[in-house]
């Protein structure tokens, strides 16, 4: 009697001693089934995309790096984003999804060249290859813009400027090392001007005036928008363009008011003690 119940305890000893063990071994069993099952399974049959105006669906799909077949689970969303930004830069909103059992969608939203970085004039291209190359004379000089390039509101270059463009001339910036896909740079002593001009087009978006303006110049402590073709507004570089922006029209709005739709002149929204001045073209 005492020798059964001695195996009996040594039974559900070891019962216990290997449970935890035997659940272990359950638990990697399905990991493994489940990745063998997704390696084996899951492949890419089809590739969707949708938005693309500029860019057609085989551009879109042969810049993403997806091949059919490819293992729908082992794809890398990060690098397909990188890859397709990179060498398609007009691509803004951009969204990668699998659905199973083995098709990939791509959404894309294109940007829209709303302003072209025009070439900066010999005196303000020597002034930036002075301070890139910070008093060294034997240093390589920079690479600076030599063509005009189209922008979109964030600041992104796109692609060389075509002769017909009708974005918005930006002129007052010395674009470093251009380059389509990349965030404009310029040399540090323009970074304040580059910052306002990031500010005013996105206030010029919100507004939806950017068919309204030609071109902007930017200096060191104001900027000017050739507004309608008839106005040139001078505004503080470091202004409130949302509120800017707004004065300018109801400037425009009550002159035309009084019976002149087709009035010209200037505004110079920079005095601190009124709003605005308006000069009107002799």
Request: glycine share 6%; with cysteine; net charge negative.
């Amino acid at each position: 009697m005492s020798r059964r119940s001695s195996r009996s305890r040594t039974r559900r000893r070891n019962r216990g001693r290997f449970g935890p063990l035997f659940k272990l071994m359950c638990i990697i069993g399905v990991v493994v089934a489940l990745t063998v099952g997704a390696t084996v399974f899951f492949r890419v049959e089809r590739i969707s995309v949708s938005g693309g105006q500029r860019y057609t669906q085989e551009d879109i799909i042969a810049a993403s790096g997806i091949q059919i077949g490819d293992n729908l689970y082992a794809l890398n969303k990060v690098r397909i984003d990188r890859n397709i930004r990179t060498q398609l830069p007009y691509v803004g909103e951009l969204s990668i999804n699998r659905v199973l059992p083995s098709t990939i969608v791509i959404q894309v939203t294109e940007w829209e060249a709303v302003a072209q970085i025009a070439v900066p004039d010999p005196a303000q291209a020597a002034a930036a290859q002075e301070e890139l190359a910070g008093g060294d004379p034997d240093a390589e000089p920079a690479v600076l813009g030599q063509e005009p390039w189209l922008i979109n509101a964030r600041g992104k270059l796109l692609e060389p400027a075509p002769e017909d463009s009708s974005a918005i001339s930006v002129t007052g910036l010395t674009p470093v090392a251009p380059q389509a896909g990349s965030m404009l740079e310029t040399p540090e002593s323009e970074k304040t001007r580059l910052e306002a001009l990031a500010a005013l087009l996105g206030a010029l978006e919100q507004a939806e005036l950017f068919s309204q303006v030609s071109s902007i110049h930017l200096e060191a402590t104001q900027l000017t928008v050739r507004y309608l073709e008839r106005f040139d507004v001078k505004m503080r570089i470091n202004a409130d363009f949302s509120y800017s922006l707004r004065l300018m029209q109801a400037v425009r709005k009550e002159l035309e008011a009084q019976g002149n739709t087709e009035i010209r002149g200037s505004m110079d929204l920079t005095q601190k003690e009124q709003d605005a001045v308006f000069s009107p073209e002799k």
